[in-house]
C-alpha cells in the first residue's frame, strides 16, 4: 500500500496519429541505429527527476528504464552513464537498468562482459519481461540480476490458473534462492 519503485517508459504522440506504441516505433530506431540516443535520454531524464525529488526534500524511489540491446554493446556505455551519473549527482541504488531477456540472443561471454562492467559500477540490473521466451532461466546463470520483472503474460490469468500460480510461486522461490529480487509487471 505505498510506492516503492517506478518504471520510465517511452512514448510517442504523433501530432496527426496520437499515440504510437513503443512496440511500432523501437523497431525503427534500432534499425536506423537512433536507439541508444533515446536510450540515454531517457536514462537522463530519469537523472533529472531524481535530482528534482532530492532538491525539493520529497521522498526518492528507485527508477527502472530500458536499454536496448544496441546500446548495452557500445564500447563507452559505462563511461556515458557514469557521466550523467556524477552531473546530476544520483545515488545509483535509485537506478535500475532493464534489460529484456532477449540478450539470452547474444553471446554470453558478452553478455557476462557487459552485466560485470556495469555491476562493478554499482549499477542495478533488471531483467525485464521474464517469462517470455525459453531462454530465461539461462540467461540468470550467465549474468547477476538484481530484480527479475515477471511479465505480466505470467501473471494476467494467476486468480484462476491454478498451473500459472504454481510456476510463478516456483520462480519467485526461485530468485528468494538466488538472491534476486522479483516483481511483477
Given at each position: 500500500n505505498e510506492i516503492?519503485?517506478?518504471?520510465?517508459?517511452v512514448r510517442l504522440n504523433y501530432p496527426n496519429k496520437g499515440m504510437i506504441s513503443p512496440g511500432q516505433f523501437i523497431p525503427q530506431l534500432e534499425r536506423a541505429g537512433l536507439i541508444s540516443m533515446i536510450d540515454l535520454w531517457v536514462f537522463e531524464q530519469v537523472c533529472q527527476t531524481l535530482e528534482r525529488w532530492?532538491?525539493?526534500?520529497?521522498?526518492?524511489?528507485?527508477?527502472?528504464?530500458?536499454?536496448?540491446?544496441?546500446?548495452?554493446?557500445?564500447e563507452d556505455?559505462?563511461?556515458?552513464?557514469?557521466?550523467?551519473?556524477?552531473?546530476?549527482?544520483?545515488?545509483?541504488?535509485?537506478?535500475?537498468?532493464?534489460?529484456t531477456e532477449?540478450?539470452?540472443?547474444?553471446?554470453?561471454?558478452?553478455?557476462?562482459?557487459?552485466?560485470?562492467?556495469?555491476?562493478?559500477?554499482?549499477?542495478?540490473?533488471s531483467m525485464d519481461d521474464?517469462?517470455?521466451?525459453?531462454s530465461s532461466i539461462s540467461?540468470?546463470?550467465?549474468?547477476?540480476f538484481d530484480e527479475l520483472k515477471l511479465d505480466r503474460s505470467m501473471v494476467h490469468n494467476l486468480v484462476e490458473n491454478e498451473i500459472s500460480q504454481k510456476v510463478v510461486?516456483?520462480?519467485?522461490?526461485?530468485c528468494k534462492d538466488i538472491g534476486v529480487k522479483c516483481i511483477a509487471e
Open positions: 516503492c519503485g517506478a518504471e520510465a517508459l532530492k532538491k525539493e526534500g520529497r521522498k526518492r524511489y528507485p527508477i527502472s528504464f530500458n536499454f536496448s540491446r544496441i546500446t548495452l554493446l557500445e556505455l559505462v563511461k556515458r552513464v557514469e557521466a550523467i551519473v556524477e552531473r546530476y549527482d544520483i545515488e545509483k541504488e535509485y537506478l535500475a537498468i532493464e534489460i532477449t540478450i539470452g540472443d547474444m553471446e554470453n561471454d558478452m553478455i557476462s562482459r557487459i552485466a560485470q562492467r556495469l555491476h562493478e559500477q554499482d549499477f542495478q540490473l521474464f517469462g517470455t521466451k525459453y540467461v540468470l546463470s550467465l549474468m547477476r510461486k516456483h520462480v519467485i522461490a526461485m
